[in-house]
């Protein structure tokens, strides 16, 4: 059972399209995030929902709009699409207390061309 | 402000050998510290944990780390390097937010490199 799964494992696409990312957690957590790691693989949190409600809006470009139909699932969706925008994108869950570790989806790489 | 600071980019060790990944942090508060390992084209697994208490903490794969709250470090200790053991280890230290939510940071991360 693959307890965070992302779609699609890969996205390639032109500049200017908008592309979308699914998130599911089977783990009954409640909170959920959206990652963004770079060439250089550097991580860096861009967005959390706790059971549906944004907790945290990092300083991402507005082109980023995250959905959390209910807390199983987050997705990513991305407008106008820019070459910097490639990057590997992982979403991740777990129970919303300070010392709880997340778990991690294996991640989408999108590519834009 | 939190952060997390991993000075080294590479780790070099033979196979058999102790490993050691350094990890320096800086936080307002009670520090909640985290190790993860990321293998290639994969996503990030959770390795271990500070949380109070016994300053070793034991995780998986024979992982473990010493948190020390004087040199404010949570290095990554291995007795007996695998070649297995070979990826990208990120520190990363939990950030209590006023407004609701815990913010992780990670470090940079280090490449471990163990060599047959």
């Known amino acids: 059972d693959t307890a965070v799964s992302q779609t699609p494992k890969y996205l390639v696409t032109q500049m200017g399209n908008d592309k979308s990312i699914k998130c599911e957690q089977n783990?009954?957590?409640?909170?959920m995030y959206w990652y963004k790691q770079d060439s250089k693989k550097f991580l860096k949190i861009m967005f959390s929902?706790?059971?549906?409600?944004?907790?945290i809006n990092e300083t991402v470009p507005n082109r980023f709009s995250p959905k959390s139909p209910d807390k199983a699932h987050l997705n990513l969706h991305i407008n106008s699409l820019e070459l910097g925008d490639s990057a590997v994108y992982f979403c991740?869950?777990?129970?919303?207390?300070?010392?709880?570790?997340?778990?991690f989806g294996p991640g989408t790489r999108l590519t834009v061309l | 402000a939190q952060s997390v600071a991993q000075p080294e980019d590479q780790v070099n060790v033979a196979e058999g050998n102790p490993l050691t990944v350094k990890c320096t942090y800086s936080?307002?508060?009670?520090?909640?510290l985290f190790w993860y390992v990321q293998y290639p084209n994969r996503g990030l697994q959770f390795l271990l944990k500070?949380?109070?208490?016994?300053?070793l903490v034991k995780g998986s794969y024979g992982f473990e780390a010493e948190f020390n709250k004087s040199q404010t470090s949570f290095h990554l200790k291995k007795p007996s390097a695998l070649v297995s053991d070979s990826a990208l280890y990120f520190c990363?230290?939990?950030?209590?937010?006023?407004?609701?939510?815990?913010?992780?940071?990670f470090g940079a991360g280090t490449r471990l490199f163990v060599k047959a």
């Open positions: 991740a869950s777990s129970q919303e207390v300070i010392y709880n570790e997340q778990f």
């Open positions: 783990l009954g957590h409640d909170t």
């Open positions: 929902y706790n059971n549906k409600e944004l907790i």
């Open positions: 936080v307002s508060g009670n520090p909640y």
């Open positions: 500070y949380i109070t208490g016994d300053n």
């Open positions: 990363a230290v939990r950030d209590p937010r006023g407004t609701g939510g815990f913010k992780t940071i």
